[in-house]
């Protein structure tokens, strides 16, 4: 499979666990209690992720000209 390169958003809760999100996928999110493990831990779910069908045709037609994230006080 070649290599891809995904969006992920993570974010320290409260409880300084570290949460990793996929935009891409519903339902594709992890966490660590280090930056590293989530990291480790979102690839697994990515990996079964993946294994669907209609999965690997997103990752398939996903080619982003510009990524960025912004975020904003309200």
């Not at 891809?4 to 999110?29: A, S, T």
Request: glycine content about 4%; aromatic content about 8%; hydrophobic content about 30%.
């Amino acid at each position: 499979m070649p290599k891809n390169q995904l969006p992920l958003f993570v974010e320290k809760d409260e409880n300084d666990f570290y949460i990793v999100e996929c935009p891409l996928f519903d339902g594709c999110y992890s966490q660590g209690k280090t930056l590293d493990e989530a990291l480790k831990n979102i690839r697994e779910v990515l990996s079964l992720v993946l294994e669907e069908k209609g999965s690997k045709e997103t990752l398939e037609s996903y080619h982003p000209k510009e990524l960025s994230l912004h975020t904003i006080t309200i």
